[in-house]
């Protein structure tokens, strides 16, 4: 079965300062990689993902994440955080599941940025 | 293009007492899932469905939860009877069939809030 580690549950960063977030899966197929944003008090909003191709995926935000497949990581990057992005992060892989374009997403524990001024 | 709706954004009952989330994706979307996310753990699958069948209710955790997608279009999710176990955050997602844009990328609606005292 997949599963994602993330392994920082609370980051906090001065704000402009460079931010990675960890997250690291198992997996013995083939995968598609998300992250996925959670802001307060709003819903899940998809930040980049990961189906093929580049490893390097830019995504909304300035976010950036390398897919690594020998060490099984997707950690997400900024260079220069601002105070918007304190937020709620989610690493998420599909669990191989493709019926009808489906996916079933298996998520890491989360990861709360906070951004100080 | 509305995005996923769901509703009650918020609901507090006792236990025992009967609470039906209702979730509305995005239109024209073939599947439809529900996820959990128990206080500070990780956000979990709970059932996907593909128009109005279920494909995969794997991650239902008994049998006091029933979901329902009558004619492929809105879903709810009853818990009867509510336990405490059951508070949480519970997410709604879609997403399009195989071959239309957007295929394989989940969206998620804000969540709805789950309080049982």
């Known amino acids: 079965a997949q599963s994602v580690t993330q392994l920082d549950s609370q980051v906090p960063v001065f704000e402009e300062a460079p931010v990675e977030l960890r997250c690291n899966y198992s997996?013995?197929?083939?995968?598609?990689l998300f992250w996925y944003v959670q802001y307060p008090n709003q819903g899940l909003q998809l930040l980049l993902k990961?189906?093929?191709?580049?490893?390097l995926v830019k995504g909304i935000n300035g976010f950036e994440a390398e897919f690594n497949k020998s060490q099984t990581s997707f950690h997400l990057r900024k260079p220069s955080v601002h105070i918007s992005d304190t937020a709620e992060y989610f690493c998420?892989?599909?669990?191989?599941?493709?019926?009808?374009?489906?996916?079933?997403?298996?998520f890491g524990q989360g990861t709360r940025l906070t951004i100080n001024p | 293009e509305a995005g996923v709706t769901q509703f009650p954004s918020h609901s507090v009952i006792e236990k025992g007492q009967t609470v039906t989330l209702r979730c509305d994706p995005i239109?024209?979307?073939?599947?439809l899932y529900w996820y959990r996310r128990v206080m500070g753990k990780e956000i979990k699958f709970l059932l996907h469905?593909?128009?109005?069948?279920?494909?995969?209710e794997s991650g239902m955790p008994n049998n006091r939860f029933l979901a329902e997608r009558t004619g492929g279009t809105y879903s709810t999710l009853k818990v009867q009877p509510a336990e405490l176990e059951d508070s949480g955050v519970y997410f709604c997602?879609?997403?399009?069939?195989?071959?239309?844009?957007?295929?394989?990328?989940?969206?998620f609606g804000a969540g709805s809030r789950l309080t049982v005292l």
């Open positions: 998420a892989v599909s669990d191989g599941y493709l019926i009808q374009g489906a996916q079933k997403l298996v």
């Open positions: 997602a879609s997403s399009p069939q195989q071959g239309r844009s957007g295929a394989n990328v989940l969206t």
């Open positions: 990961y189906l093929s191709g580049s490893t």
């Open positions: 997996s013995s197929v083939s995968v598609y």
């Open positions: 469905f593909v128009k109005e069948s279920k494909q995969d």
């Open positions: 239109s024209g979307h073939d599947n």
